[in-house]
């Protein structure tokens, strides 16, 4: 059974930090890796998609790798802004129907 | 482009009422649909999945049921709310392949 586990649970900064939010997984054999946001009482933004092939992608400040060998994907948020403050999700689709195992989250604030 | 239009944002109902919310999704023809549920302060727990017409597959026992009457719209249903049935309730899709999930905006569910 795939279990994704993220590290830190929460974690707080001040604004212009470069920040990383771990994510692992316990078993590799994944098609892809995505990592979602979500903001207090909303539903889940797509902010990145890594394939299986891939080892990385970016999208403005934000930039995510993948090592499937190791079980782990990080998530590096450059230059910190207050607006970053949200929930970050990973989570890995698995199984029949392609069914989503999500991270235990990290809780992230940006402070001024 | 593919959308996800999720209704309604938010519902109070008494409990041992009924419950419809509604999912539907544009611009992609067979998509995989979910339901998923995320309780206050909790992770994001898959109900319902489904990836064809007519076809349904419950991951817990619940006092919930869904259907897919058309391709592209999910529906969630209760004949009886119960307290515990409160939360955000979220409709997603994908479909095969690498493209990754898309979420809608959520219902927030109370039951009094």
């Known amino acids: 059974k795939q279990e994704v586990t993220q590290i830190p649970a929460a974690l707080s900064v001040p604004e212009g930090e470069n920040l990383v939010l771990n994510c692992s997984f316990t078993?590799?054999?994944?098609?892809?890796l995505q990592w979602f946001r979500q903001d207090p009482g909303k539903g889940l933004t797509s902010l990145l998609l890594?394939?299986?092939?891939?080892r990385e992608q970016t999208s403005g400040r934000l930039n995510a790798s993948l090592d499937k060998s190791s079980g782990r994907s990080t998530l590096y948020i450059a230059a910190s802004q207050p607006g970053d403050s949200a929930t970050y999700l990973c989570?890995?689709?698995?199984?029949?129907?392609?069914?989503?195992?999500f991270g235990t989250g990290t809780r992230l604030q940006v402070t001024l | 482009s593919q959308t996800i239009h999720q209704w309604p944002a938010t519902l109070v109902q008494p409990v041992g009422s009924p419950l419809s919310l509604e999912c539907t999704v544009e611009?992609?023809?067979?998509?995989?649909l979910y339901w998923y549920r995320q309780a206050a302060g909790r992770g994001l727990q898959l109900l319902f999945y489904?990836?064809?017409?007519?076809?349904i597959s419950s991951e817990v026992p619940q006092n919930l049921s869904a259907s897919r009457p058309q391709d592209r719209q999910f529906i969630l249903s209760s004949k009886k709310l119960l307290l515990s049935d409160s939360g955000f309730y979220l409709c997603a899709w994908s479909v095969w392949g690498d493209s990754g999930y898309t979420f809608g905006s959520g219902t927030r569910l109370t039951v009094v």
């Open positions: 989570a890995v689709p698995t199984g029949t129907a392609s069914k989503l195992t």
């Open positions: 489904s990836v064809g017409i007519g076809q």
């Open positions: 611009g992609t023809s067979n998509p995989n």
């Open positions: 890594i394939q299986s092939s891939q």
């Open positions: 078993d590799s054999a994944i098609y892809n």
